[in-house]
């Protein structure tokens, strides 16, 4: 009941008749020597010429759009049925020791797990989860991502990260999308994870503790510009976006971590790195806060969760088509698009996983739009962009690796 109240009010917005549908790439830790062309923001990334791109209005066929309105008239069903008020459960404090770390979730014949290897890889799905932060969302979240399905940042906490992916995980694989994760959608889940666990134990190296790092990220461009690079701050960043994990989760599961010797071992996550190949169409959700990929057979194959513009710099309506793709992108501030802080000159920001589009972009044939990465990955969905679409680090250049240029990409309300 919580997890359909929340999917509810998670996607109240999506338009009647149209919308919805269906990930993630380990990036690289060392820009400074990438030499890119400079990018302007919000951003004209590629020294590329559109033109040779038609941007002429592209359409969704037939199976797409009943894939869209499935999802669509199932979001409003449960939206008149359930209530819009359910909250999202904020995540328990972390224990002091892994097998103290027992779940107390709201049904007293839940089965007891810990936050150990062995406990989050034997995580079973049992009825009313609830809200909250337990094992069994845990390993859903690696299912889940490892399915295509993103869950953003993997935290092991119900939200509505959570949900959107549950519901396009079951709309690519030709399940009912109610974005409840039922007995069905689990057994489903771990039928695609097979035998690999969700979960492994990782060695500390020389190489994570040497970096590059900087000793802090100023919020002002002037300070930014600065710098050698936008490299991360500290191992468990880096260890976070290497993993697809919220950094705050990566501590809990290793509260006695120090995260400061080579040989340590930890827990993290055992995900892909790769997506399908063959992306065709590329649904950006403005309402959902989805990025939705068909493939040329019209098959959903994958999803993101996405910050897709704000009221004040909306994103574009239409339809356009993917330019090119940068690596980490040089960043060219310009006070005539935005003005930061008291910056009123253009400035140049050098590249790093910390710029502000993350360490990839996508260009689109739309003038200073694109897909791109952010600084902040376990806030992706839950606040606005300049105008662009922005996912995780790890999402977007899982994206950019396999995008070509002339893929469409429609703007959907």
Same mark, same amino acid.
């Given at each position: 009941?919580?997890?359909?109240?929340?999917?509810?009010?998670?996607?109240?917005?999506?338009?009647?008749?149209?919308?919805?549908?269906?990930?993630?790439?380990?990036?690289?830790?060392?820009?400074?020597?990438?030499?890119?062309?400079?990018?302007?923001?919000?951003?004209?990334?590629?020294?590329?010429?559109?033109?040779?791109?038609?941007?002429?209005?592209?359409?969704?066929?037939?199976?797409?759009?009943?894939?869209?309105?499935?999802?669509?008239?199932?979001?409003?069903?449960?939206?008149?049925?359930?209530?819009?008020?359910?909250?999202?459960? *904020?995540?328990?404090?972390?224990?002091?020791?892994?097998?103290?770390?027992?779940?107390?979730?709201?049904?007293?014949?839940?089965?007891?797990?810990?936050?150990?290897?062995?406990?989050?890889?034997?995580?079973?799905?049992?009825?009313?989860?609830?809200?909250?932060?337990?094992? @069994?969302?845990?390993?859903?979240?690696?299912?889940?991502?490892?399915?295509?399905?993103?869950?953003?940042?993997?935290?092991?906490?119900?939200?509505?990260?959570?949900?959107?992916? $549950?519901?396009?995980?079951?709309?690519?694989?030709?399940?009912?999308?109610?974005?409840?994760?039922?007995?069905?959608?689990?057994?489903?889940?771990? &039928?695609?994870?097979?035998?690999?666990?969700?979960? %492994?134990?990782?060695?500390?190296?020389?190489?994570?503790?040497?970096?590059?790092?900087? &000793? *802090?990220?100023?919020?002002?461009?002037?300070?930014?510009?600065?710098?050698?690079?936008?490299?991360?701050?500290?191992?468990?960043?880096?260890?976070?976006?290497?993993?697809?994990?919220?950094?705050?989760?990566?501590?809990?599961?290793?509260?006695?971590?120090?995260?400061?010797?080579?040989?340590?071992?930890?827990? @993290?996550?055992? %995900?892909?790195?790769?997506?399908?190949?063959?992306?065709?169409?590329?649904?950006?959700?403005?309402?959902?806060?989805?990025?939705?990929?068909?493939? &040329?057979?019209?098959?959903?194959?994958?999803?993101?969760?996405?910050?897709?513009?704000?009221?004040?710099?909306?994103?574009?309506?239409?339809?356009?088509? @993917?330019?090119? @793709?940068?690596? #980490?992108?040089?960043?060219?501030?310009?006070?005539?698009?935005?003005?930061?802080?008291?910056?009123?000159?253009?400035?140049?920001?050098?590249?790093?996983?910390?710029?502000? $589009?993350?360490? %990839?972009?996508?260009?689109? *044939?739309?003038?200073?739009?694109?897909?791109?990465?952010?600084? #902040?990955?376990?806030?992706?969905?839950?606040?606005?962009?300049?105008?662009?679409?922005?996912?995780?680090?790890?999402?977007?250049?899982?994206?950019?690796?396999?995008?070509?240029?002339?893929?469409?990409?429609?703007?959907?309300?």
């Amino acid at each position: 009941m919580f997890v359909r109240s929340i999917l509810a009010l998670s996607l109240s917005c999506i338009l009647t008749g149209t919308a919805f549908a269906a990930s993630t790439t380990e990036q690289p830790l060392n820009p400074t020597k990438v030499v890119t062309t400079p990018v302007e923001d919000p951003i004209d990334p590629l020294a590329i010429d559109s033109s040779a791109v038609s941007s002429a209005e592209a359409q969704i066929s037939q199976q797409e759009q009943q894939e869209l309105d499935q999802a669509a008239n199932t979001l409003q069903n449960l939206e008149k049925t359930e209530s819009k008020t359910a909250d999202i459960a *904020s995540a328990p404090t972390a224990p002091t020791t892994p097998a103290a770390a027992t779940t107390t979730p709201s049904n007293p014949n839940a089965p007891k797990a810990s936050w150990t290897l062995d406990g989050l890889n034997n995580a079973q799905w049992y009825e009313n989860i609830g809200k909250g932060q337990f094992p @069994v969302y845990a390993r859903a979240h690696v299912m889940l991502n490892n399915a295509h399905a993103s869950p953003g940042a993997i935290d092991g906490t119900s939200g509505m990260n959570t949900l959107k992916a $549950v519901a396009s995980f079951q709309q690519i694989n030709g399940l009912k999308p109610t974005g409840e994760l039922t007995q069905e959608t689990w057994d489903a889940l771990v &039928a695609k994870q097979g035998n690999k666990p969700a979960y %492994i134990e990782y060695t500390i190296t020389d190489a994570d503790l040497k970096g590059p790092y900087a &000793a *802090s990220i100023p919020h002002d461009y002037a300070l930014q510009a600065k710098m050698k690079g936008l490299y991360y701050t500290r191992v468990t960043e880096m260890l976070g976006e290497k993993f697809h994990m919220d950094e705050d989760f990566l501590k809990k599961l290793n509260p006695k971590a120090t995260f400061k010797k080579a040989g340590e071992k930890i827990i @993290v996550t055992n %995900i892909r790195n790769e997506l399908p190949e063959n992306i065709h169409l590329i649904v950006a959700h403005k309402g959902a806060k989805q990025l939705y990929l068909f493939n &040329a057979q019209n098959q959903m194959v994958g999803s993101f969760p996405a910050t897709i513009g704000s009221s004040d710099t909306p994103s574009p309506t239409g339809t356009y088509k @993917v330019t090119g @793709v940068a690596p #980490n992108p040089w960043y060219s501030y310009s006070p005539s698009n935005f003005i930061q802080g008291k910056n009123l000159k253009p400035l140049s920001l050098p590249p790093g996983p910390n710029a502000p $589009v993350g360490n %990839i972009w996508i260009g689109l *044939s739309k003038k200073s739009f694109g897909i791109h990465g952010t600084p #902040n990955p376990s806030a992706i969905s839950k606040t606005a962009s300049h105008g662009c679409i922005r996912l995780t680090n790890w999402d977007a250049n899982d994206l950019g690796k396999k995008v070509k240029s002339g893929v469409t990409v429609k703007f959907l309300e």
